[in-house]
């Protein structure tokens, strides 16, 4: 059974810094992309930034771009999400997902996905 665990949220003061990580575990990855998307209250989920298994291709929303950084290590079947330079407007649950995919911010490309860590940033 696919089971994705992410961790490394919790609270920071804006312009602080998070690192969350996502563990997948269950099958062979190859070949899918891993992505991570954030969900705010009363607010649609967003694709934040998402990264190919060769690591290759990214993507990037422009709220995360020059602030986020995605990475992952695939011997470990696990994605990194660096977040500097925190803001207010980052306050969202940021869910892991795993897709047969390129990377995409569409949530419907992603079959897989973990229960969320939540990220509150104050001002």
């Known amino acids: 059974q696919v089971q994705l665990v992410e961790s490394g949220g919790g609270l920071v003061q804006a312009g602080g810094s998070l690192r969350l990580s996502c563990a997948a575990s269950g099958r062979t990855f190859s070949s899918y992309a891993m992505g991570w998307f954030r969900q705010a209250p009363g607010k649609e989920r967003e694709g934040v930034a998402a990264?190919?298994?060769?690591?290759?291709?990214?993507f990037y929303a422009d709220s995360a771009k020059g602030r986020f950084t995605i990475s992952r290590d695939n011997g470990k079947n696990t994605v990194y999400l660096q977040m500097n330079s925190l803001e207010p407007e980052d306050t969202a649950v940021y869910y892991c997902?795993?897709?047969?995919?390129?990377?995409?911010?569409?949530?419907?490309?992603?079959?897989?996905w973990g229960q969320g860590t939540q990220v509150t940033v104050s001002s």
């Open positions: 990264i190919s298994w060769s690591g290759r291709n990214t």
């Open positions: 997902a795993v897709g047969f995919t390129e990377p995409s911010s569409w949530y419907r490309d992603y079959d897989y």
